[in-house]
């Protein structure tokens, strides 16, 4: 699967879309839809735009029943286990003529007495041509010269549902789809016909080579929309993963932070038309669920404006007529497994949550692409609260590089657990590491009898918190500007950090450094750096 990226202002979608006969002058909210009507604002697109995020995914046996209950795959099985003992088939391994209307019947495309519609007939030669592609169905020649077609060894495990066998399947038969589909998408309108001197060269001086690109291209804008796809899943809020086309579109072409011009409305629309087929194509295996674009807005007459223009925003309906997609369950299995074999990060949601607490909050420390909370989530489901609570404080303690980013996460957990860990918070108010963080959280919980800790704890637990902050936000400058000023500095400074530069703490200098830096108060700032200066010559 090729790496997603940002298109280039003005880059086009291709010469071979068709003409941009939608609305493409209209403001993007007002065309697509606003985004928060799908639980998607700006900041969540921008984010969804440069992370492979982890994802949730129900248990194989689930996924597997979901691809057995998709139609074509299923009309896959149904004919394979139809071949047995063996049917004759043509040279090619197709249906003979007079057996695709009985396939037809059997997969309940047609009625079963009277004519069968020619298109029942060609479904069920698309479902035999899959079962082929996936060898539930094996071709061979019998002594006597006939064509013939057995069922396959997969056939029997699939049909009882095992797990591994469907989910491979499966996933075959959708890089199949991938594949057709980019290939339906390529092929020219109209082939051009080779000159004369191309002819008599042997060559097709357009053809190949115009196929080829074309094919690429196209590959490339369904693989990054399907990147996309899977971003913003993982982000959305639960009901709201369905994104309108015009929304995917607008992901892949406008330049990150800037506003769609008109020129870009075009490429928006070029890309809505490029892709409308092939995800419609994907549909069928259950990737994803797709309202394509309606066909009505291609039959506006030249000059006349579209129905949905007009002064107010599109309400749900109208929006939905430019298409709508949502990416099922199976489909992020499916595109996981595409961005695994391409050497993507692509973790599930629990993946660190499965050890004890230290493997716990080490993972999440030490990995770039987690959601933490969701990982302390899993950890302490199920788990009895006060021994959840004293195991994470265990494991929070420590001076090394990532301790302060334990404690923080620690406390997050103790949050998600709530009163029930109050017991063994308790056990630690006397900790030096942790009994700054202890006090805090139980007066956040309502304690009215927490003992003010002493000047040294809460010193260490000044720099500890910030230190967190830092390993957490280190390059969210406005953030640490904010925590910065909210610093419990007396009326004096230099006295304030003539006590903060001695605090035995591994980032005391780091801490002090970043306030020098970033504090609005100029004096107050000089003073940090003079605590920053002694606070490095002590080490």
């Not at 039959?299 to 007009?310: L, M, T, Y």
């Not at 969210?476 to 610093?487: F, G, K, P, S, W």
């Amino acid at each position: 699967m090729a790496g997603r990226r940002r298109k280039n202002a003005g880059a086009s979608a291709g010469e071979s879309a068709a003409e941009a006969v939608l609305p493409a002058d209209m403001e993007l909210q007002d065309l697509y839809g606003a985004f928060a009507a799908h639980g998607l604002d700006d900041e969540d697109l921008d984010d969804a735009a440069v992370l492979v995020p982890p994802v949730k995914l129900p248990a194989d046996q689930e996924l597997a029943e979901q691809a057995k209950a998709v139609p074509m795959f299923g009309y896959a099985l149904a004919l394979a286990r139809w071949a047995a003992p063996h049917r004759v088939v043509d040279e090619f391994g197709d249906l003979v003529e007079e057996d695709q209307a009985s396939a037809a019947r059997l997969l309940g495309l047609a009625p079963a007495e009277g004519e069968v519609p020619e298109e029942a007939e060609v479904e069920a030669l698309r479902a035999w041509s899959l079962a082929c592609d996936l060898d539930l169905v094996e071709l061979g020649t019998t002594a006597a010269g006939e064509h013939v077609a057995v069922p396959g060894p997969d056939l029997e495990p699939a049909e009882q549902g095992d797990p591994e066998t469907v989910l491979e399947l499966w996933l075959t038969a959708a890089g199949i789809v991938r594949e057709l589909a980019v290939e339906a998408d390529s092929m020219p309108e109209e082939p051009t016909e080779p000159s004369e001197e191309a002819e008599a060269a042997g060559e097709d001086e357009d053809g190949l080579s115009e196929v080829e690109e074309a094919r690429e291209a196209a590959a490339e804008l369904l693989d990054e929309a399907l990147q996309v796809l899977y971003e913003t899943t993982a982000f959305a809020e639960p009901g709201n993963e369905t994104v309108p086309l015009g929304v995917l579109a607008a992901l892949l072409v406008v330049p990150e932070g800037e506003e769609p011009s008109e020129e870009l409305l075009g490429d928006i629309t070029d890309v809505m038309v490029a892709l409308d087929p092939m995800l419609g194509d994907l549909a069928e295996l259950g990737l994803l669920d797709y309202r394509p674009i309606d066909p009505e807005l291609f039959d506006e007459e030249e000059g006349e404006e579209p129905a949905v223009v007009g002064e107010a925003p599109l309400d749900e309906e109208e929006s939905a007529r430019f298409g709508l997609v949502r990416l099922t369950p199976l489909g992020q299995y499916g595109i996981r497994q595409w961005l695994l074999e391409d050497g993507y990060d692509a973790p599930l949601v629990g993946e660190l949550a499965q050890g004890n607490a230290a493997e716990l909050l080490r993972g999440v420390c030490e990995s770039a692409n987690v959601l933490p909370e969701e990982e302390l989530r899993v950890w302490i489901a199920g788990r009895e609260p006060a021994a959840a609570a004293r195991e994470l404080l265990a494991a929070a303690r420590g001076d090394d590089g990532y301790g302060p980013l334990r404690r923080m996460l620690c406390v997050s957990a103790l949050n998600l657990l709530g009163p029930g860990a109050e017991p063994a918070v308790r056990e630690v108010l006397d900790d030096p590491e942790l009994g700054g963080a202890a006090r805090a959280w139980l007066s956040a919980q309502g304690a009215a009898d927490v003992p003010v800790p002493d000047r040294a704890m809460a010193l260490w637990t000044v720099i500890d918190t910030f230190a967190a902050q830092l390993l957490d936000n280190g390059g969210d400058a406005e953030l640490l500007r904010e925590l910065i000023t909210d610093l419990p500095v007396n009326g004096d400074p230099a006295e304030w950090f003539g006590e903060l530069w001695r605090v035995d703490h591994p980032y005391t200098a780091d801490v002090l450094e970043a306030i020098g830096e970033l504090h609005p108060d100029r004096a107050l700032a000089k003073e940090a750096r003079k605590a920053a200066f002694k606070a490095r010559s002590r080490g």
